[in-house]
Every structure is written in structure tokens, then in C-alpha cells.
T-cell receptor, first 115, second 109 residues
Framework: DVKVTQSSRYLVKRTGEKVFLECVQD?????MFWYRQDPGLGLRLIYF???????EKGDIPEGYSVSREKKERFSLILESASTNQTSMYLC??????????????FGPGTRLTVL | RKEVEQDPGPFNVPEGATVAFNCTYS??????FFWYRQDCRKEPKLLMS???SGNEDGRFTAQLNRASQYISLLIRDSKLSDSATYLC??????????FGTGTKLQVIP
């Protein structure tokens, strides 16, 4: 059974704190993604990675950074959390498109609240 | 035109009804399309892929209309368990996809 796991289901942080969200997949997928989902706005891509140590900005990268040191792990970092980063964060992975990818498998999400 | 657009709904339908959702996309070069289902407070999960020739899986049928640049999802004999948000997904660049904002379906007893 394919699996994407995220380090926390719920997280409460204070403004200005540095926040780490971890994502691990066990499917040997090349691609990994971080999205945030807000009511009425749908899923918006923050960053993605198509290989170890490779990263690409998505549509809303401001205020975020990422790290991919190992193929199975993709971390999202909020350098200095702000209240407008309160959201549901979803991690996903997929195969490389050239090898039949595009279907994305999601983790259960982390609901982050910044006070 | 947005990359992908969906009617947000909600669609409130009685059990047993047939309901259809459309999703329009702007990139005419798009090749592969999907419908995802997302239950309340859960992650999206793949419902079905959309092929050029259409795709049927039980009560669900997905169609692609390249000329008019839309994909559709038809649900026959709606069940209470079909209540969810349905996300349209189109290719969005190198290794990426773009998700629609979703159409909410509520099946009523």
C-alpha cells in the first residue's frame, strides 16, 4: 500500500517561530510537492522537487523554503511564521512523468495555526 | 482565462439522481487529466483518469472534449457516500499538475 506520511496532523505555533513540516514517502517517487489549501482558493503549489537536492518554486513560494536531502523526504520550512500562513498543508509525491507519473499521492495533511 | 475552472457548487441532489460536473482548462496542449475526490478534512485521492476515449468505472464516467477544452464527470445513481468535493486536475508544467478549486456535491436522503 502506497504511503505518504506527514510529521504532524495539527500544529500550533506563534508568530515569528521557525516551523518545520516533514513529509516522507515510501514509493521511491522522484517528484514531491508541498501545497497549501485554503477555503475558496483550492490547492496552491508552494514548492516542488523533481530529484534529490533539486527544488522549484511553485505559485506561492514567498515566506517558505524547502529541503530535499534524501529521495524519500521533503521538508517545508516557514522561516518566520505569520498569521497568514495559517492553513492546511498537504504533501504529495508522484513518479517522473516520463515513467508514467502525474498521478499524485497525498499525505493526510497538517493543519497549521499561527497565533 | 484561468488554467482550470470549476463550478464550486454546492450541488445538492437526491439519492439515486444523476449529476454531472464540468471543468474547463486553458492549455490546449494538455494531455493527461484526472478527477480527484476529497472528503471533508481529508486529503485528495484519485478517483479516475480521463482518457481521450472516455473512461467508465462503475457509476462514474469521465469524458474529455478537446475541441471545447473541458472534461466532465458523470455520477449515476448517486449514493450518500458520494458526498464530497470533486477536484479537476490538468497538467500544469514540468512534472506538475494544476488543481481546480473543486465542486462540492451533497447527496440528500
Amino acid at each position: 500500500d502506497v504511503k505518504v506520511t506527514q510529521s504532524s496532523r495539527y500544529l500550533v505555533k506563534r508568530t515569528g517561530e521557525k516551523v518545520f513540516l516533514e513529509c516522507v514517502q515510501d514509493m521511491d517517487h522522484e517528484n514531491m510537492f508541498w501545497y497549501r489549501q485554503d477555503p475558496g482558493l483550492g490547492l496552491r503549489l508552494i514548492y516542488f522537487s523533481y530529484d534529490v537536492k533539486m527544488k522549484e518554486k511553485g505559485d506561492i513560494p514567498e515566506g517558505y523554503s524547502v529541503s530535499r536531502e534524501k529521495k524519500e523526504r521533503f521538508s517545508l520550512i516557514l522561516e518566520s511564521a505569520s498569521t497568514n500562513q495559517t492553513s492546511m498543508y498537504l504533501c504529495a509525491s508522484s513518479l517522473n512523468v516520463a515513467t508514467g507519473g502525474n498521478e499524485q499521492f497525498f499525505g493526510p495533511g497538517t493543519r497549521l495555526t499561527v497565533l | 482565462r484561468k488554467e482550470v475552472e470549476q463550478d464550486p457548487g454546492p450541488f445538492n441532489v437526491p439519492e439515486g439522481a444523476t449529476v454531472a460536473f464540468n471543468c474547463t482548462y486553458s492549455n490546449s496542449a494538455s494531455q493527461s487529466f484526472f478527477w480527484y475526490r476529497q472528503d471533508c478534512r481529508k486529503e485528495p485521492k484519485l478517483l479516475m483518469s480521463v482518457y481521450s476515449s472516455g473512461n467508465e468505472d462503475g457509476r462514474f464516467t469521465a469524458q474529455l472534449n478537446r475541441a471545447s477544452q473541458y472534461i466532465s464527470l458523470l455520477i449515476r445513481d448517486s449514493k450518500l457516500s458520494d458526498s464530497a468535493t470533486y477536484l479537476c486536475v490538468v497538467p500544469g508544467g514540468y512534472q506538475k499538475v494544476t488543481f481546480g478549486t473543486g465542486t462540492k456535491l451533497q447527496v440528500i436522503p
